[in-house]
């Protein structure tokens, strides 16, 4: 039997709250919705999303936080404290419920009702994860730095009034977190296939904090972590091996990736410096990209710099910052190191995936000027139309995973939490060690 033969209506607390409960069999877990202002229970986005849950294992709890009564006062919608409140009652009657009581619990917010699921998680106890869509966590006010539960902010990208708020709202957060742009999805994530990807990456949320990894996972995902993702590449990269081959990591998520490539073939590994240039209050997209080097090299993407035509101050604005953060990861990663010298040598260019691999093409054209003998790419997982637009740039591309339809990296990972500056120094240090020793005395 599904979740969706198990839904039922149920009256949620002492305010007697309108709700939809779905009790999947074996759920791992059970997600609490808040709707936005001016929504529901029968909220037919959070209803898709919901029915995405319960397939992959999860009880779901759609309800209305106000009465009708209250509903009537539209400064309710905007109460914050108030919808917080009614959340967190929805949580106490759930583990009040024999066959909920014992399951994880998570909150589930869109618009307003993203706010409210932060301060009742910062309020709460045993909250153990918070999913944001198209939100507004800044609403949340101080109760940001309170939240302990890991959450994840999904915004799209075509939304920008909202966009720079819920990058505030993520500086603010100091518990395990992510923010995820949608490309091309306004507020209401309309467009085709990009509610598809809220379902998705909140799937994948879920599912590393509440229990165990969710029954779908082995379907949905393909790698446990970067770790296992380089240990898989590896094999197709073994004929490399007896050229003495030079392994240059995009970080910082390509470095541990590239780090288990580089063990296996006894390559020495270094990073090449790379940074997107965002379009003017849209980051994710890219207008091109700055790859380091002894002359650092702007690529832009002449489409779409035509069309948003930023302008050519914001441009030299844009690229001046983008270099200084080169020159701080230059200096804390390389350490005083000189970069590795790749002409005449097969250099291979390692990521953990490619979206729309603007970066990459950045790097591996600039790559192409130091003269390599051959010319590698690398990746776990990318779509196919980004490797046939890539194609010309490299010698060779080995790519393990092509997803179609194709949503997001991190969605072929069970674990795609940040890699640190920290990690990625130390896998650095660990292969210079591993390539002193290689070479003997």
Known sequence: MTGEDQLSEASIGQHRLAGILGVPNNATGIVIFAHGSGSGRMSPRNNQVAAGLRQAGLATLLLDLLTVEEERDRRNVFNISLL???????????????????????????????????????????????????????????????????????????????????????????????????????????????????????????????????????????????????????????????????????????????????????????????????????????????????????????????????GKAYLEAETSRQLAEIERRRNLYRDGEPPLDVAGRTAIVVDDGIATGGTVKAVLKALAKAKPSRLVLAVPVAPKESLADLNSDADEIICLVTPDPFYAVGLNYRDFGQTSDQEVVELLRRSRVSSHLHEGP
């Open 84 to 310: 917080a409140s009614r959340l967190a009652e929805a949580a106490e009657w759930s583990r009040n419920q024999p066959e909920l009581g014992s399951l994880p619990l998570g909150y589930f917010g869109a618009s307003t009702g993203a706010a409210a699921a932060l301060v009742a998680a910062a309020e709460g106890q045993n909250v153990a994860a918070v999913v944001s869509r198209g939100g507004r966590p800044d609403l949340a006010g101080e109760a940001l730095q309170a939240v302990s539960a890991p959450t994840l902010l999904i915004v799209g990208g075509a939304d920008r009034p909202v966009i720079p708020l819920n990058q505030s709202a993520f500086e603010q957060l100091s518990c395990e977190k992510d923010l995820v742009i949608v490309p091309g999805a306004s507020h209401l994530f309309e467009e085709p296939g990009t509610l598809e990807q809220v379902m998705q990456h909140a799937k994948r949320w879920f599912g590393r904090f509440l229990s165990s990894p969710l029954q779908s996972a082995p379907d949905d995902t393909v790698f446990a972590d970067r770790r296992e993702a380089g240990q898989r590449l590896a094999p197709l990269l073994m004929k490399y091996k007896d050229q003495h081959p030079v392994i240059l990591a995009l970080p910082r998520g390509g470095v541990p990736v590239a780090f288990e490539v580089a063990q296996a073939l006894n390559a020495p590994l270094d990073v090449a410096l790379v940074r997107k240039i965002g379009a003017p209050g849209h980051k994710e997209l890219g207008l091109g990209a700055v790859v380091d080097g002894d002359h650092a090299q702007v690529v832009l993407n002449d489409e779409i710099v035509r069309i948003v035509q930023p």
